[in-house]
């Protein structure tokens, strides 16, 4: 499998609950993504923005999962790791996730 200095994250994270809180449940999953990261002296650059359209309440979610140090690089399974506890951290919040991860092009 291809290993990469940098994994582009692009998702969107719907409630399957209208609800105030998708601000306060997005936040969280970017808490999660920095600290699984962080675990791994990977790093964490980009975020999300919340939207709202026809009723139904999103967060959409751009993030890099990067290397902190020059040599190192990212197995496409650490970076399917990460993507997968997102996945379940989403899930245990009421909300399910759309998306993927893919080698970065700016």
């Known amino acids: 499998m291809q290993s990469l200095p940098e994994w ?21 999953l970017i ?13 964490i650059g980009g975020g999300y923005k919340v939207s709202c359209k026809a009723g139904c309440k999103s967060s959409m979610f751009r993030f890099g999962l990067t290397i902190t140090e020059d040599g190192q690089s990212i ?23 759309h998306g993927g991860f ?3 092009n700016e």
């Not at 993504?33 to 790093?43: D, F, T, V």
């Open 31 to 43: 808490d999660e993504a920095i600290a699984w990261s962080e675990q791994r002296e990977l790093g």
């Open 8 to 28: 582009c994250f692009t998702f969107t994270v719907v409630s399957r609950h209208v609800s105030d809180g998708l601000e306060v449940i997005s936040e969280s």
């Open 75 to 97: 197995s496409h399974q650490t970076a399917a790791d990460l993507f997968a506890h997102l996945q379940s951290a989403a899930s245990d919040r009421g909300c399910a996730m």
């Open 102 to 104: 893919a080698e970065f």
